[in-house]
C-alpha cells in the first residue's frame, strides 16, 4: 500500500523538537515499509516555498528516501 504524504510530516523531522521529530520519522519509516510514499504535486510546490529551499535540495531529499512525486506541474515551479 502506497501511503501519500502532507508537506507537514515532511518538514517535521527537520523540527527542532526531539519528540516531533522522531514521530514523524517513525511514523515515515513504517508506511515506506508497507509499501512506499508518495507526494502531491502541491506538497512539491508548498516545500520548495520555503526560503533557501532549492529544487535540486528538494529533489535530492526526494530520490535519498524514495518518496515519489505523483502529478505534472506544467509550469516551473
Do not use: H, K, W
Request: proline content about 5%; charged content about 20%; hydrophobic content about 50%.
Amino acid at each position: 500500500m502506497t501511503t501519500a504524504v502532507d508537506t507537514n510530516v515532511i518538514i517535521a523531522p527537520c523540527d527542532r523538537y526531539p519528540s516531533i521529530s522522531s514521530a514523524a520519522q517513525n511514523t515515515l519509516e513504517t508506511a515506506f515499509q508497507r509499501g512506499g510514499l508518495v507526494i502531491a504535486a502541491p506538497v512539491l510546490v508548498e516545500l520548495l516555498a520555503a526560503p533557501g529551499r532549492t529544487e535540486a535540495f528538494v529533489d535530492a531529499f526526494f530520490e535519498d528516501t524514495s518518496i515519489a512525486v505523483e502529478g505534472d506541474l506544467d509550469e516551473a515551479v
